[in-house]
């Protein structure tokens, strides 16, 4: 229960929030939070389930409100609050802005740190290796061995760059605050990895990635990315991260939840490709063997070459089945998806018999590396004759390990009382005419239920749009959370005057997107009416090639010149060019296309007029979107109303999210798509979307 001290502790930090900010006004609703948060933490509603989940408009304050609701309380109870985002601009923000000043104005003692995955940390060793190519008469490696190509005269400046700026402690090591890109067949050989990069070995004790730790260890509260605690939880969580049990997780952006945890899960190798590298195995493994002293690694060295090669027969005759059934997997299109995810007996025979070798074979390579890394700490192998070796083994054991996944899930009889798995494969064209092979999961919610809602000891989950046609229905079954388990629905409306600070129209059109050329001819003859001069438009499209379209028709006139097309720049030189006309008073348009409805800040000056050409329908292109309509409506449902209306009404309410972001924001939202009044759907959508004054043009 919430004790009384912890509730004091929680009104005093707000209260001297409050006394340090200028102007500052109590928000209701942010108090509100703040409270409903702790109770459910604290085990006011539900001592088993501690579940909360938030919907919460622009202007709440959730990231305030979900730091004072969670961190006393974790504090007295000597447990770690674990934030997750899914967008690198929300980490920078809590990291740089929002828990430096609840550190330094709410009274509470508490430490934080960013975490990033180990594969963010180059591995000092591998990058010293890199620079430096040993040359002795006991063994013949060469430090280029796992380089995809030959570096470059440029690659070997550039890792000589990175290995002094390490060395003279004018850079830690993580990958993202280097200041120019690092291609990535060069950074995966110098990056830190689970089977080289280990703490106990004295050359790597020092390594980026283990003093990073160091800071994770004593810090109360992490800033993660919604990638890395799902690498923790599928390892059984507390291998990275926290244990489950005693971590109290904040999930911020929930509304990515689901997507990032169904592409985690998934799986993909090339058959063609599998071969060339399983070649590479019995190599490693005979040099190995060479290296140690010990009789132990003979075995699992010749277990790995017939293993090795086993698989290699097994991908030879996959490539062969695919080669024979041309007609069947390929005609215009070059992918090919199961219908059902029901492949043939053939092809489910092939996944078990390279599953079964592909595991074995990850067995005996991990005894080589394990007897390997024995050698060394026991002194009989020199360190820096090894390292090539573990780096190459790692890199290989990883390889094994996600063949087996890949090919597990293609020998996997699917339940009848759960959702198949999506199966698919692609014919790749390019240097090596190739296969790619490919499964996802459909449904991940008893994922999440069995890692992490039945494991840990709190959890929030919030964003601005979490609810879909106003109920978190959708939600709930994305995310394996029950309607009455004891999860609590809290939905909170933005504290703006929607109503007198923003108008919706809907104005008359001619035609619906459907029909696709006559209504873009109709969007360049309506749109020149709808743009405003001397202000700051935003145009969201739903196809690149309607916007391409309707740019380059309004561009042949003078005055619409200017307008900028996302894609044509980056994001952040659009913007910039955007604040500098605005700042100017001059007219600025942006073209933009669903990836603009999100995650775009430009309030007051800088968004005054948005338009919305048609409603953000995403069609099922992707084989696990199609698998899943399939199967809704194998199951007698419909794929239309269950999925593309829902995820249209959070898309929308996202779009229009863009115009007012603080209190004080005015301007007008256009929505050119006549479905709104015309379908039985549209009203559900339009009674999804905030209380804006509303106009339809009849």
């Known amino acids: 229960m919430l004790g009384d001290k912890t509730k004091e502790s929680i009104r005093s930090a707000y209260k001297r929030i409050g006394e340090s900010l200028e102007n500052f006004s109590p928000r209701k609703e942010q108090a509100y939070l703040i409270a409903e948060i702790a109770k459910t933490i604290a085990g006011e509603y539900d001592r088993n389930t501690r579940h909360i989940v938030i919907e919460a408009g622009t202007g709440t304050g959730k990231s305030l409100a979900y730091c004072l609701g969670s961190i006393p309380i974790a504090l007295k109870r000597k447990k770690k609050v674990i934030i997750s985002t899914a967008t690198v601009a929300l980490q920078e923000q809590l990291v740089n802005k929002d828990l430096p000043f609840l550190l330094r104005h709410s009274g509470l003692a508490f430490e934080f740190c960013l975490v990033k995955g180990r594969q963010r940390y180059v591995c000092a060793q591998r990058l010293a290796l890199a620079n430096h190519t040993h040359s002795d008469s006991d063994s013949d490696i060469e430090q280029v061995a796992l ?9 070997t400046q550039l890792l000589k760059r990175m290995h002094k700026a390490l060395v003279d402690g004018k850079w830690q090591g993580d990958r993202d605050s280097w200041p120019t890109p690092i291609a990535n067949d060069i950074w995966q050989y110098i990056q830190s990895d689970k089977h080289s990069c280990l703490r106990h070995l004295d050359e790597h004790a020092q390594c ?3 003093r990073a730790r160091d800071y994770m260890d004593n810090a109360n509260v992490l800033v993660v990315n919604h990638s890395l605690l799902l690498a923790d939880l599928e390892l059984g969580g507390g291998k990275i991260l926290t244990e489950p049990e005693d971590t109290i997780y904040i999930i911020d952006e929930a509304h990515h939840l689901p997507d990032i945890t169904r592409d985690h899960a998934s799986a993909m190798a090339t058959v063609k490709g599998a071969v060339e590298w399983l070649q590479r195995l019995a190599p490693t493994a005979d040099r190995i063997n060479k290296l140690a ?6 075995s699992p060295a010749l277990k790995v070459a017939d293993l090795s090669e086993e698989i290699i027969t097994e991908l030879r005759r996959v490539n062969e089945y695919f080669d024979a059934n041309q007609n069947v997997f390929f005609g215009e299109d070059k992918q090919y998806r199961f219908e059902n995810g029901v492949v043939s007996d053939e092809l489910r025979h092939f996944g078990e018999d390279i599953a079964n070798a592909s595991k074995k074979c990850f067995s005996e390579l991990n005894k080589l590396y394990n007897t390997l890394l024995e050698e060394v700490k026991d002194g009989n192998v020199q360190m820096y004759k090894a390292e090539p070796l573990l780096a190459e083994a790692g890199f290989e054991i990883q390889r094994v390990e996600n063949l087996e996944k890949i090919w597990s899930m293609y020998a996997k009889q699917d339940s009848e009382k759960a959702a198949p798995l999506a199966r698919w494969i692609e014919k790749t064209t390019g240097k090596r005419d190739d296969y790619l092979v490919s499964a996802s999961p459909i449904d991940v919610g008893f994922m999440l239920q069995d890692n992490l809602w039945d494991k840990c000891d709190a959890a929030v989950l919030c964003s601005a749009t979490l609810c879909a046609l106003n109920s978190f229905d959708h939600f709930r079954r994305q995310v394996g959370l ?15 005057d929607y109503q007198q600070n923003a108008v919706l129209t809907i104005p008359k059109m001619q035609h619906e997107p459907n029909v696709s050329e006559p209504f873009t001819l109709e969007l360049i003859s309506k749109l020149p009416s709808l743009l405003r001069e001397n202000q700051a438009n935003l145009v969201l499209f739903s196809s690149y090639w309607q916007m391409e379209a309707v740019a380059n028709a309004l561009r042949e006139k003078p005055q619409y010149k200017t307008i900028q097309v996302q894609g044509e720049q980056s994001r952040q030189a659009i913007l910039n060019l955007h604040k500098e006309r605005c700042d100017q008073g001059k007219t600025s348009i942006i073209f933009g296309s669903q990836s603009f409805s999100e995650g775009l800040d430009l309030p007051g000056k800088y968004l005054t007029n948005l338009i919305i050409t048609k409603l953000p329908f995403s069609v099922p292109t992707s084989p696990v979107d199609q698998a899943h309509a399939e199967y809704i409506k194998h199951k007698g449902g419909n794929p239309f109303m269950l999925l593309s209306v829902p995820d249209a009404s959070k898309k929308l309410v996202q779009s ?8 004080k924001d005015t301007g007008m939202i256009t929505i ?22 509303l106009n339809i043009e009849y």
């Open 147 to 155: 380089f995809e190509r030959k570096p470059t005269k440029h690659d």
């Open 208 to 210: 980026p990635f283990h």
């Open 293 to 298: 002293t010990t009789d132990r690694t003979i």
């Open 482 to 496: 029950g309607n009455d388990d004891g999860t609590q629905y809290k939905k909170l409306n933005s504290p703006f």
């Open 656 to 663: 229009c999210g863009r115009l007012l972001r603080n209190e």
């Open 672 to 693: 050119l798509d006549r479905r709104l009044v015309s379908k039985r759907y549209g009203k559900d959508l339009l009674d999804s979307l905030p209380p804006y004054r």
